[in-house]
């Protein structure tokens, strides 16, 4: 009997070690979400006649002009403008990419998939979009995983729910998690 108590005390402090290690990841995706936030990315127009800051998601923040730019034809300074306003925030969106990309690993290679997009709609090579980053090149498997499958919280890197089923559990640790379970209700 006094061994499987000892297993059910281990079982239940190993509960308790993935709460706190569950709060630990939560607690750092709160400070991704806040660094996230704190975005901002001002950008200037090579005449210097127009700066636009961008915020999060793509949010203009603020719109200035000089003397200069509001003596341009309307179609001219509109370009402008809108250009200024492309170039702050496609560098919103890298920074906002570095960003993930530190706290969820390689794993996703959110800073590639962002690259990637705005080399595509920008008409840029990647490696001229790279070099306004922070972050290294992420290394690609040779084969693309199946995220949908992809344990996210797990402690071990490329956790997956298609492995191999739990062990039997034990009359004793099954009540433990059902107590452990009907705290959270």
């Known amino acids: 009997?006094?061994?499987?108590?000892?297993?059910?005390?281990?079982?239940?402090?190993?509960?308790?070690?993935?709460g706190r290690k569950a709060e630990q990841r939560l607690a750092?995706?709160?400070?991704?979400?806040?660094?996230?936030?704190?975005?901002?990315?001002?950008a200037t127009a090579p005449d210097r006649s127009v700066t636009v800051t961008a915020g999060p998601g793509g949010a203009i923040k603020n719109l200035q002009f000089t003397e200069e730019a509001l003596r341009r034809p309307p179609q001219a300074l509109a370009a402008m403008v809108l250009a200024t306003i492309q170039t702050a925030v496609a560098e919103g969106?890298?920074?906002?990419?570095?960003t993930v990309q530190r706290y969820v690993g390689d794993d996703l290679n959110v800073l590639d998939q962002v690259l990637e997009t705005q080399a595509e709609m920008l008409g840029v090579p990647v490696e001229q979009l790279r070099a306004s980053t922070s972050a290294p090149p992420v290394r690609r498997a040779a084969e693309e995983e199946d995220f949908a499958e992809r344990e996210f919280l797990s402690d071990k890197p490329g956790a997956s729910r298609a492995q191999a089923p739990p062990p039997p559990v034990s009359q004793g640790e099954e009540f433990l998690r059902k107590l452990y379970d009907g705290e959270d209700h």
């Open 1 to 18: 009997m006094s061994t499987e108590f000892d297993n059910l005390v281990a079982e239940f402090e190993r509960f308790q070690e993935q």
């Open 28 to 42: 750092a995706y709160d400070g991704m979400r806040e660094e996230i936030a704190a975005v901002e990315v001002t």
């Open 93 to 98: 969106a890298r920074r906002q990419a570095e």
